[in-house]
C-alpha cells in the first residue's frame, strides 16, 4: 500500500512568486491535515480536510495560502505571494477516522525555501 | 499557545544508554501520541496513550501519562544508533492534532 506523497520535496523560490505543494493521501484516508515546521519551532497545525470540504482551516496564517482538496483526493496548497517567513518544511499527513485516538500517516515534507 | 512543549531541547547519548524525553501540554486531552521523525522523512507515529492511563510500553518504549501535572515522558531503553531521530509528542485536539517542539536525540555508536 502506497504512503502519503508530497510533491516537490524541495522548492526554492523568490519572494512574491507563486508555489503550489500537493498531497496524495493513502487511499481511502477521508482526513486530509496540511502542517508546517519553521526553522525547528513546534509542527503547526495549518487545516483539516475531511473528503473535500474544509473541517478545520484555523491554523492557515493568511489569505496568501490556499488549500483545495478536488473530489476528496488529493490536496494542494498554493502560496502566493510567497514571503520570507514562508519557509519551512510543509507536512502533509492522512486518516482514515476521525476523532480521539486516530494516528496520522505523514508524508515526508516538502522543503520550501523562499529567497 | 496550545502548543506542547518537549525537553530537552536535544539530548546527545552513547549507544547503550536510556533517553529520556519529556513532554508538558496547557490543556485536558483524551490521549497523546508520541512521534519520530528521522532526518528528511515524515513523522511515524510510536505509541498512543490515554488520559485515563498512567504507563504503556512498547518494545524498548516506555511511555508515562501524569495527568494531573499535565506532562508525558518518553523512554527509549538500551538506545540504538538507529534510534538518532526528533520525537514529538502530540496531544489531541477533537479533530486535530496539536504537537509540540521536538526533542532531537543524537546517539553515537
Known amino acids: 500500500e502506497a504512503g502519503v506523497t508530497q510533491f516537490p520535496s524541495h522548492s526554492v523560490i523568490e519572494k512574491g512568486q507563486t508555489v503550489t505543494l500537493r498531497c496524495d493521501p493513502i487511499?481511502?484516508?477521508?482526513?486530509l491535515y496540511w502542517y508546517r515546521r519553521v526553522m525547528g519551532k513546534e509542527i503547526k497545525f495549518l487545516l483539516h480536510?475531511?473528503?473535500?470540504?474544509?473541517?478545520?482551516e484555523s491554523g492557515m496564517p493568511n489569505n496568501r495560502f490556499l488549500a483545495e482538496r478536488t473530489g476528496g483526493t488529493y490536496s494542494t496548497l498554493k502560496v502566493q505571494p510567497a514571503e520570507l517567513e514562508d519557509s519551512g518544511v510543509y507536512f502533509c499527513?492522512?486518516?482514515?477516522?476521525?476523532?480521539?485516538?486516530?494516528?496520522?500517516?505523514f508524508g515526508s515534507g516538502t522543503q520550501l525555501s523562499v529567497l | 499557545s496550545q502548543q506542547g512543549e518537549e525537553d530537552p531541547q536535544a539530548l546527545s547519548i552513547q549507544e547503550g544508554e536510556n533517553a529520556t524525553m519529556n513532554c508538558s501540554y496547557k490543556?485536558?486531552?483524551?490521549?497523546l501520541q508520541w512521534y519520530r521523525q528521522n532526518s528528511g522523512r515524515g513523522l511515524v507515529h510510536l505509541i498512543l496513550?490515554?488520559?485515563?492511563?498512567r504507563e504503556k510500553h512498547s518494545g524498548r518504549l516506555r511511555v508515562t501519562l501524569d495527568t494531573s501535572k499535565k506532562s508525558s515522558s518518553l523512554l527509549i531503553t538500551a538506545s540504538r544508533a538507529a534510534d538518532t531521530a526528533s520525537y514529538f509528542c502530540a496531544r489531541d485536539n477533537t479533530d486535530k492534532l496539536i504537537f509540540g517542539t521536538g526533542t532531537r536525540l543524537q546517539v553515537f555508536p
Open positions: 490543556t485536558s486531552i483524551n490521549n
Open positions: 499527513a492522512s486518516s482514515q477516522e476521525m476523532g480521539a485516538g486516530e494516528k496520522l500517516f
Open positions: 487511499s481511502g484516508h477521508d482526513n
Open positions: 480536510f475531511v473528503k473535500e470540504s474544509k473541517q478545520d
Open positions: 496513550i490515554r488520559s485515563n492511563e
